[in-house]
């Protein structure tokens, strides 16, 4: 702990808001195991590509991988009858703007990953098939207890790197890298 940090004291365990494509694809196949939806495919959609994505994908529950480097994700999205919801964590608007073409009819993109660039769709895209657009905060106050409470439900736990406090400096530098695989929280 810092000077004049007050709040917390050693030991206490601290609630960490951890949203992101890891989350939101155990999540949404928790959802499906949670209301009994054994015909809910959640595909797991890689920007990075590769093996180990791909092993991270099906160990949270995907049940199709699709590596954009490889695979037109919006084609294969339609190939499985297209997606009702696509949860948009990449902080990319052009990768956004490549999966719209993968929502079925009535489908939404819920948009998460935040970037400053505009998305790409032209008025045809959203209407042929009555599609949509919608972007949420992730991280708010009623929103991180609803999660914490659906994942006390369905058992999902975050996955996470961790460090000893006296690594911060470490950690700090793998976050900002980009090589963290998933959050970083240090250990008091």
């Not at 994505?53 to 695979?71: H, P």
């Not at 998460?112 to 708010?140: H, M, N, R, W, Y």
Request: aromatic share 6%.
């Amino acid at each position: 702990m810092g000077g004049g940090v007050s709040e917390w004291k050693k030991d206490q365990r601290v609630g960490v808001g951890w949203h992101g494509g890891h989350d939101g694809t155990c999540l949404s196949c928790r959802r499906g195991d949670f209301r009994n939806c054994s015909n809910m495919k959640v595909p797991g959609v890689s920007y990075d590509g590769g093996y180990q994505q791909y092993m991270i994908a099906r160990k949270l529950g995907a049940s199709v991988y699709i590596d954009t480097k490889s695979t037109n994700a919006a084609a294969a999205l339609q190939e499985l009858g297209g997606a009702q919801v696509i949860l948009a964590t990449a902080p990319s608007s052009k990768a956004m703007s490549e999966l719209i073409d993968g929502l079925a009819a009535n489908g939404k993109l819920i948009v998460i990953g935040v970037a400053f660039d505009p998305i790409e769709v032209t008025p045809l895209q959203l209407i042929v098939g009555t599609k949509s657009i919608q972007g949420t905060a992730a991280g708010t106050p009623a929103g991180e207890e609803d999660t914490v409470n659906f994942a006390a439900l369905t058992g999902v736990r975050p996955m996470i790197e961790t460090y000893p406090l006296e690594k911060a400096g470490e950690a700090y530098a793998r976050m900002m890298s980009g090589k963290a695989q998933f959050r970083v929280v240090l250990k008091m």
